[in-house]
């Protein structure tokens, strides 16, 4: 597609259940990126790609949190045990390689709420 | 660790009113600075970036300018418009802390602009 597909957009589960959500990049973009918007909150940094490497984990929240990447593709975001305080927005987006000059172009978000 | 701080809304204004989102951020290098915006039921899309101090970015009648010395970059438009409304985002990239490499934004700024 032309833009960042994720999917779903809504997510609905049940606490302590496992979520997985998935970003689609632009055709072509070696960076990937998952970011975290809770309600009145900023945009939370949660990890990036680097082709399917993920050079840097710490901004993961806990080990409940997992991402992976099939080669320069679709992306994959796990929860494992969901609480309550994940339910957000969780957004991705792609650049065409990681820098800091680099615009990110991003999805319309997957919106989570755990119940 | 790096950060954004921007004049929380939401903002109210009447059409072709003169704007001004403030933001200033904390970083530990030379960061490079974007606005990012996300119209209702859209998702965030870049609106003007600067990657140097003294640098102006400017589009669709938004314009900011990266002041180093005030560590700051305010968003202006001389007549705003009702499609104007939407939440706005500060954000810089830094790689020079050699941590992760996502932008780290501000909570953003509701705009609400009546006719």
């Given at each position: 597609g032309a833009g960042v597909s994720q999917s779903p957009s809504n997510k609905v589960t049940e606490k302590g259940k496992d979520v997985e959500l998935r970003c689609?990049?632009?055709?072509?973009?070696?960076?990937?990126?998952?970011?975290?918007?809770?309600?009145?909150?900023?945009?939370?940094?949660?990890?990036?790609?680097?082709g399917n490497s993920a050079p840097d984990k710490s901004g993961l929240p806990s080990d409940?949190?997992?991402?992976?990447?099939?080669?320069e593709s679709v992306s994959t975001l796990t929860i494992q045990r969901t609480q309550q305080e994940d339910s957000a927005v969780y957004l991705c987006a792609s650049s065409p390689w990681a820098g800091?000059?680099?615009?990110?172009?991003f999805g319309a978000g997957t919106?989570?709420?755990v119940l | 660790g790096d950060s954004v701080t921007q004049m929380e809304g939401p903002v109210t204004l009447s059409e072709e009113a003169f704007l001004t989102i403030n933001c200033t951020y904390t970083a530990t290098g030379y960061p490079s600075l974007?606005?990012?915006?996300?119209?209702?039921?859209e998702g965030l899309q870049l609106l003007l970036k600067a990657t140097k101090a003294d640098d102006k970015g400017s589009n669709k009648g938004f314009e900011a300018t990266y002041r180093k010395e005030t560590t700051s970059f305010h968003l202006e438009k001389g007549s705003v418009q009702v499609s104007d409304?939407?939440?706005?985002?500060?954000?810089?990239?830094?790689y020079s802390g050699g941590g992760a490499d996502g932008l780290t934004f501000g909570k953003g700024t509701h705009l609400i602009i009546q006719p």
């Amino acid at each position: 597609g032309a833009g960042v597909s994720q999917s779903p957009s809504n997510k609905v589960t049940e606490k302590g259940k496992d979520v997985e959500l998935r970003c689609d990049p632009i055709s072509g973009h070696t960076a990937l990126y998952w970011y975290r918007q809770r309600l009145g909150q900023g945009l939370e940094f949660l990890i990036y790609f680097q082709g399917n490497s993920a050079p840097d984990k710490s901004g993961l929240p806990s080990d409940r949190f997992s991402a992976e990447r099939t080669g320069e593709s679709v992306s994959t975001l796990t929860i494992q045990r969901t609480q309550q305080e994940d339910s957000a927005v969780y957004l991705c987006a792609s650049s065409p390689w990681a820098g800091q000059r680099n615009i990110q172009y991003f999805g319309a978000g997957t919106r989570l709420s755990v119940l | 660790g790096d950060s954004v701080t921007q004049m929380e809304g939401p903002v109210t204004l009447s059409e072709e009113a003169f704007l001004t989102i403030n933001c200033t951020y904390t970083a530990t290098g030379y960061p490079s600075l974007f606005w990012y915006v996300q119209y209702p039921g859209e998702g965030l899309q870049l609106l003007l970036k600067a990657t140097k101090a003294d640098d102006k970015g400017s589009n669709k009648g938004f314009e900011a300018t990266y002041r180093k010395e005030t560590t700051s970059f305010h968003l202006e438009k001389g007549s705003v418009q009702v499609s104007d409304s939407a939440v706005y985002f500060c954000a810089l990239s830094d790689y020079s802390g050699g941590g992760a490499d996502g932008l780290t934004f501000g909570k953003g700024t509701h705009l609400i602009i009546q006719p």
